[in-house]
């Protein structure tokens, strides 16, 4: 039998940089209060948010994602002639054909790389790095740019205060490379379809819909294990996490799941990522612009450790350690 050919690639592969974008558009509590039933109170105690961003209208998601995208190539000291596949993760573009992803890597001036968009809601990012990753290991791309990209006001009902007070727009994203050693972990990863109707859009013409406490049960009492497998993956100790960036979709939510890790072994002097305060739930996007944002706050340093975790809408969930650039 004839054997076929393979490529190799490197032995491990890392994050080479960071970017991210928000509109310019800040809407605080008070701004929603004026609007619907609502209070800047009530809003901080059920979900921890003082304020978001809002795109405008003629903002387009992908305008968005080729900004972060375009931060996060000069960060790594690439070209984008150097970038081998684009991966956008979103669920809010305005329509699912064409993809983002080509339209990004066209305006980015990526010559005719492999591009896709990823569609696992809130667990997008981890699903597309995890993704990029295995393409650098396999030698199928050198670099991957990968791009947590949302728009979620053009899909939430402004009056509605059980989503409205919760999503913002925003971008962010890294590029993928290979490593001498591993500096992106195994991913830890799966859904759980049989809740799907718990976060839904249920058509063309409707309004993200979410069982708001059922959400919040389920993510306070499996998320954590999604994050302690995924530490075992890596084949370290959780005592060796230096920080702690979960989707960013509830401050309750992160808090308590932060507990349960501490109270597995995790380090009392965890940083644990709390963009959400002032960029509110950007679904898939939530991920890198933590990163970036803690990254300008000097809240942690090149070469430490970080225990990315997502989830949301499917329900799908993922996570994977991470050594930050």
């Known amino acids: 039998m004839t054997s076929i050919a393979t490529r190799t690639g490197p032995a491990g592969t890392r994050i080479l940089g960071l970017g991210s974008y928000q509109p310019e558009t ?29 795109a405008k209208p003629d903002e387009r998601l992908v305008d968005m994602a080729v900004a972060a995208g375009a931060k996060a190539i000069t960060d790594s000291g690439l070209d984008p002639a150097d970038i081998g596949a684009v991966l956008v993760a979103t669920c809010t573009m305005p329509s699912m054909i064409p993809n983002a992803a080509a339209q990004v890597a066209h305006a ?24 990029a990753s295995d393409l650098v290991r396999a030698g199928t791309a050198q670099h991957v740019l990968v791009i947590g990209a949302e728009k979620l006001t053009d899909w ?55 069982e708001g406490q059922s959400v919040f049960r389920w993510a306070t009492t499996q998320i954590a294990p999604i994050a302690l497998r995924a530490v075992e993956l890596a084949g370290i100790e959780l005592s060796e996490v ?11 939510i992160i808090e308590a799941i932060a507990k ?59 996570g994977q350690v991470v050594r930050l650039p």
């Not at 290979?178 to 409707?206: C, F, K, T, Y």
């Open 26 to 54: 800040i809407v605080s509590n008070h701004d929603l209060a004026q609007t619907m039933d609502t209070s800047d109170e009530w809003i901080r105690d059920r979900v921890g948010i003082a304020n978001r961003r809002f």
């Open 242 to 252: 230096d920080v702690f960036v979960p989707h960013q979709a509830n401050l309750r």
């Open 260 to 318: 349960r890790l501490r109270a597995k072994g995790a380090r009392e002097d965890l940083v644990v990522a709390r963009d959400i305060v002032d960029s509110g739930n950007t679904s898939s996007a939530s991920v890198p612009l933590a990163l970036d944002h803690m990254r300008a706050a000097g809240e942690f340093r090149s070469g430490d450790v970080a225990l990315l975790v997502g989830f949301g809408a499917g329900l799908s969930y993922a």
């Open 108 to 131: 980015l001036g990526v010559p005719a790389g492999a591009a896709f968009d990823v569609n696992a809601a809130c667990a997008g990012f981890c699903y597309a790095l995890a993704t």
């Open 156 to 210: 939430v009902n402004p009056v509605d205060r059980s989503t409205a007070i919760i999503f913002g727009d925003g971008a962010g994203a890294a590029v993928v490379g290979p490593a001498d050693e591993p500096g992106i972990g195994p991913v830890a990863w799966g859904s759980a379809g049989d809740l799907a109707e718990m976060i839904q859009v249920p058509d063309r013409n409707s309004f993200i819909f979410q």
